[in-house]
């Protein structure tokens, strides 16, 4: 079977793309598939057509990978894909628009506000925080991943400068209540009896996990199981296969949590392409399940092959 394994691409989280990307490549060579990297620049739909994969495995993230924009690509070229469609990759990617789903649903998440960059409000949009949500916040913008332009903001002194970081990204952000809690990994494998592997507690020195926590070695620590309640651990079990339905995910995902001093948790977001590198966290769930690395990477093929009809 030939597969193109999709990397790189056009979004800031590129080098973390690439990275995921071999990953898949050597791993599926591992197991006898004839596995083609791709990086999907500008010329991504000419180099397919060229190819011609029985399959494209999608290890790209951010803009353009996770926000329908190459699974609409590769439908319109007839090439069957692993991971979330078009409609589902468009609104977990949108932080905006996952909010809402999330409290039309009924599942709990963080009290926000949604943000314009429009000069004319900014003040309105500051009051409006400080009246509804108060301090301390998380400034995001609406579409990026990785938690790139995501500030935690404790001093509204310093909200005008995390307004401008977002809002450098994209033309809309999201202001949301800042929860005191354990942070907490939900990784759900699967098409329509999704599994969720066990829960991974993230740990930071610096208390954030951001971009560079996320990316560099000894920048966090992944505690698995994760030390919470087992009514904690059941509720996010629960949340998390009722999310990764309604949003329609399919093969794999994963979905953030805080879980506060209650034992109640709130959703923080739902990532459709889940990082696939030595350092992310889904591929540590699935080990701790019992699954290496090869394993993960060929249930995900085998999933997609069964969604589209390839078994």
Known sequence: MRIAVLMGG????????????????????RRGYEAIPVDADAGVAAE???????????????????????QGLLEMLDIPYTGCG?????????????????????????????????CDSRHESVADI?????????????????????TI????????????????????????KFIEGVEVTSSVLGN?????????????????YDYKAKYTPGGSSHIIPARVSKQATRRVEEISRQIYLAFRCLGFARIDFIIDSSDQPYVL??????????LSLFPDAAAHAGMS?????????????KFWGLC
């Open 153 to 176: 903001v404790k001093d509204s002194d310093q909200l005008g400068a995390a307004l401008d970081e977002a809002f450098a990204l994209w033309p809309e952000a999201l202001a949301e």
């Open 130 to 150: 400080m009246e509804h949500l108060g301090m301390p916040i998380v400034i995001k913008p609406s579409n990026q991943g990785s938690s790139i332009g995501t």
């Open 10 to 29: 056009r979004s800031k989280e590129r080098e973390v793309s690439l990275r995921s990307g071999r990953a898949v490549v050597e791993s599926l060579k």
């Open 86 to 118: 078009v409609a589902s990759s468009a609104i977990c990617m949108d932080k905006v628009i996952t909010k809402k789903l999330l409290v039309y649903e009924g599942i709990p998440t963080a009290p926000f506000l949604v943000l314009k960059n429009d």
């Open 269 to 278: 977001e739902v990532n459709n392409i889940p990082g696939l590198t030595e």
């Open 48 to 70: 397919l057509q060229k190819l011609a994969p029985d399959l494209a495995f999608i290890a790209l993230h951010g803009r353009y990978g996770e926000d329908g924009s190459i």
């Open 192 to 208: 329509d009896y999704p599994r969720v592997l066990p829960l991974i507690e993230i740990n930071t020195a610096t208390g954030v």
């Open 293 to 305: 690395y090869d394993d993960l990477v060929e249930n995900i093929v085998n999933l997609a092959r």
